[in-house]
């Protein structure tokens, strides 16, 4: 089973409790009734930003998260514990309101999690790297630039692109640039042709 489970941000700052526990590694509740196993798409109502997996549900008093930002009334609820699978706070293609996408919250039907889980991965899919240790490294700076919260700068740092929508932030030793995903690609491949020589000059030597 799948489900996409909406969170209001008035009562729970879910976007900054999922790179919180992306980062730490650690389970979290939310208030929910899934079995174990499930798949569970979070999202807030402005779109979807996290993969998860129902680890199990227990009825209880709510668990204690700094997250919070309401109090508790003490009284027992159901709460589904939660593990994260993958975190991406700019996902291009479900960065939308779930109502123009169509979409239900609760439990979805096969279809439109195929939909949802290919949408889901594409956004994550790097044609450009050529090892493992490349793709750890990339998976790592992807999640730091993904869900780097300062808002982008104006325009993009190499050309005039300056809708607020295609920004996005790169991130170099010296620091995070706004860039548009164009010349994102292209700096990605510029950084690994670079790696490529430097490594084919090593064994000639
Ligand atoms: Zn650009
Ligand atoms: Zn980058």
Same mark, same amino acid.
């Given at each position: 089973?799948?489900?996409? !489970?909406?969170?209001? @941000?008035?009562? *729970?700052?879910?976007?900054? %409790?999922?790179?919180?526990? #992306?980062? $730490? ?16 798409? !979070?999202?807030?109502? @402005?779109?979807? *930003?996290?993969?998860?997996? %129902?680890?199990?549900?227990? #009825?209880? $008093? ?144």
């Amino acid at each position: 089973m799948c489900h996409v !489970l909406v969170v209001d @941000e008035a009562s *729970f700052s879910i976007r900054k %409790a999922v790179v919180h526990y #992306y980062e $730490t590694k650690e389970p979290f509740y939310l208030p929910g009734d899934l079995t174990e196993g499930e798949e569970v798409f !979070l999202a807030t109502k @402005e779109g979807i *930003f996290a993969f998860a997996e %129902a680890l199990f549900t227990e #009825y209880t $008093t709510r668990p204690e998260d700094p997250f919070w930002r309401i109090e508790s009334d003490g009284s027992e609820a159901s709460y589904v514990c939660l593990d994260l699978i993958s975190v991406d706070l700019r996902h291009p293609l479900l960065g939308r309101p779930l109502e123009q996408l169509g979409m239900p919250s609760g439990s979805i039907d096969g279809k439109t999690r195929m939909k949802l889980l290919e949408s889901w991965q594409f956004g994550y899919f790097e044609a450009d790297v050529q090892t493992l240790d490349q793709a750890k490294q990339r998976r790592t700076e992807r999640f730091n630039e993904r869900n780097h919260l300062e808002p982008v700068a104006r325009q993009c740092a190499f050309c005039n692109e300056a809708r607020q929508s295609l920004l996005e932030w790169h991130v170099t030793p010296d620091g995070y640039q706004t860039v548009c995903p164009t010349c994102h690609r292209w700096l990605h491949q510029q950084m690994h042709q670079a790696v490529d020589t430097a490594a084919a000059t090593e064994e000639h030597d």
